[in-house]
Every structure is written in C-alpha cells, then in structure tokens.
C-alpha cells in the first residue's frame, strides 16, 4: 500500500471514529445506525465493517481513543512534573473537566458502553481492559509525586481517582443535576486526601 492510499485509508479511519463518536453521543449507541454513522462520515458503510468489523468494536475504539489517547495521554503531556503533587493532580483535574466541557457528547458515550456492556460478556472484558489502561495511567503519576504510599495503597488512590473523573462525566448533563459539584470542590477533597497521607506519613515518622 502506497503512503498515499495508508493516508486514506488513517483519513477515512479517523472520519468514521468521529462521526460514531457524534452520533453515540447525540441519539445513543442503540439508535445510532452503521448506515447513519457511513453518511456521517462520507463513507461507504462496507469500509465500517473492513476497519472495525462489528458495531461493539466501534464502540470499544471509539471510547479508548477518547478516554485513553484524547483524555488521559493529553492530560499526562501536558502536566508539569515539578510542581507539588497537590498541583499535579489539579493539572489533571482541569484537564478533565476542560475535556468534559468541550465534548459533551462523551457522557452519552460512556453510558452507552456501560448500559451495553451489563449483558455482553465480551464488551465488559473490553471495558474492563479499557479502565484497567486508565487506571494503570494514573498509577504511573502517583509514582511522579512521590508520597509515602505502598503499591497497594497507589491502586487505591488510582481507583478513587478513576471515581473521581467517572462522577464528574455523571453531573455533566444539566438536567441531572442543576448544581454539580465545581471544580474547586473536587481540587480541595484532592488536598484533603494529600494532606491526609502527608499527616499519616508524619505520625509514623514520629
């Protein structure tokens, strides 16, 4: 295959990704056809077969490329490892919520993979590899700030964390929650974790 035609080929790729993406999370991964997700994307609906194979692998790739490689890899460039781990982990959480703002659509997403994935076996096995991946992420920057935590306690942490995103894509519609809890709530329950480790650490010392 010429540079050209594997250029096509990425393009064409991409466009389906995009227009499954848009589609799943305006009317639901239920209602979002392959038919209409091939007119989305100005493809024929063949080429959605000949690069995903099913509807549930779309959906599996559509979710890691937005969660893993659009939310967590930018989320981790972009993050400043000298500052405090308090600052880190407030990087990481402006990220989210920045993400969270600018796509709306990944509520529905995500849902619709969760909702999906209670009754197929194999869909559950990928979510699970897919958060098992994000998990292990966050796991490596716990690892950058250096608190005084064994690895057992550093997958609790992740795991509160990973809870942590999972709740604010929860309050992102408006008509679930006229109030969701802010930014600055969730950056200072950060602290309060922090400062308790850093206390306990303290007291052990003592």
Do not use: C
């Not at 692998?57 to 890691?64: A, C, G, Q, S």
């Not at 890899?73 to 490892?81: G, R, T, V």
């Not at 989210?96 to 509520?107: D, L, S, T």
Request: proline share 3%; charged share 25%; aromatic share 8%.
């Amino acid at each position: 295959m010429s540079n050209e035609s594997s250029k096509q080929q990425d393009e064409r790729k991409q466009a389906i990704m995009q227009a499954a993406f848009t589609l799943f999370g305006q009317v639901g991964y239920g209602k979002a056809s392959m038919k209409d997700i091939a007119a989305r994307a100005g493809v024929a609906q063949g080429l959605i077969g000949y690069h995903f194979g099913t509807k549930e692998t779309l959906l599996v790739e559509v979710v890691r490329e937005w969660m893993i490689n659009r939310g967590m890899k930018e989320a981790f460039a972009q993050l400043d490892l000298h500052a405090s781990p308090q600052d880190m982990l407030q990087q990481g959480l402006r990220h989210v919520a920045e993400f969270r703002k600018n796509n709306p659509e990944w509520f529905m997403l995500l849902i619709s993979l969760w909702s999906e994935s209670v009754n197929n076996e194999k869909l559950a096995a990928e979510l699970l590899g897919i958060y098992k991946e994000m998990k292990a992420g966050i796991v490596q920057v716990i690892d950058r700030l250096e608190l005084p935590l064994e690895d057992r306690e550093k997958e609790s942490l992740a795991s509160l964390i990973q809870a942590v995103f999972d709740g604010l894509t929860l309050q992102a519609p408006t008509p679930l929650n006229e109030q969701p809890i802010s930014y600055e709530q969730v950056s200072q329950g950060i602290g309060w974790i922090l400062d308790g480790i850093q206390s306990r650490s303290t007291r052990k010392g003592d």
